[in-house]
């Protein structure tokens, strides 16, 4: 999403050429291809370590389990949109429906509030001012930041790389 003020660069197309021999089969990967998720699954704040996952995507299932940290980390074509993520065992497993690639920029309050609820601070029915402003408190001094509650430059810098985004 752009935004009033923002600057786009495209450069310029570079040709590129490859040589070989006709009777052979190559294959070309596009740079970034897969794109990998990552997700890091809490328990309040504790890791949800060695936990078994499923994710559904593109009409495939993939199965893993989580590492010590909470993590699971699986290749994903970078133009998903949509995932199903089930985490725990089969009959007490948690369904999390995953939308990718629609976070609004940092920029504004709606890519704030979009942050803080994937990190865990803030819930859609909570996302009233007095809410956000303690929902930034919280993600503030889990950091180390003065907590303020404000969402001042180097607040919003930190839940963007938190965010990985």
Not at 95 to 118: C, F, H, K, M, W
């Amino acid at each position: 999403m752009l935004c009033t003020g923002d600057a786009v660069f495209v450069p310029d197309l570079r040709p590129k050429s490859d040589s070989g021999s006709l009777d052979q089969h190559y294959k070309f990967v596009r740079l970034g291809e897969p794109s990998k998720l990552l997700v890091r699954l809490l328990d309040d704040d504790d890791p949800r370590a060695n936990t078994p996952w499923t994710l559904e995507f593109a009409g495939r299932n993939f199965d893993g389990v989580t590492d010590d940290d909470g993590n699971l980390a699986i290749p994903i074509r970078g133009n998903t949109k949509s995932v199903t993520l089930r985490v725990g065992h089969p009959g007490d497993e948690d369904v999390y429906q995953l939308d990718l690639g629609d976070v609004e920029p940092i920029e504004t309050d709606s890519g704030v509030v979009a942050r803080l609820e994937n990190l865990g601070y803030l819930n859609n029915q909570n996302a009233d001012t007095g809410n956000l402003s303690e929902a930034v408190r919280a993600f503030q001094a889990r950091h180390g930041m003065k907590t303020t509650g404000q969402l001042d430059g180097e607040t919003r810098e930190k839940l963007r790389i938190e965010h990985g985004s």
